[in-house]
C-alpha cells in the first residue's frame, strides 16, 4: 500500500494527516478516520484479488 502520512503538531492537535502517495504525489490533509479507512479499504480489495 503506497501511502506516506505525514503528522506535525498542527495535524495532531487537528487529528488529520496529511497524505501522500508513491511518487510524491500529495493528496492533502484529510481526517486520520478517513484515511484509516481509505487503507482499510485498498487491503482489502487487493486481498480479494490476490
Given at each position: 500500500v503506497p501511502y506516506?502520512?505525514?503528522v506535525?503538531?498542527?495535524e495532531a492537535d487537528?487529528?488529520?494527516v496529511s497524505l501522500r502517495l508513491r511518487h510524491?504525489?500529495?493528496e492533502g490533509v484529510?481526517?486520520?478516520d478517513a484515511?484509516?479507512?481509505r487503507i482499510v479499504n485498498a487491503v482489502s480489495t487487493r486481498?480479494?484479488?490476490a
Open positions: 506516506l502520512l505525514v506535525g503538531q498542527r487537528e487529528n488529520t510524491r504525489r500529495d484529510h481526517s486520520l484515511v484509516l479507512e486481498s480479494r484479488e
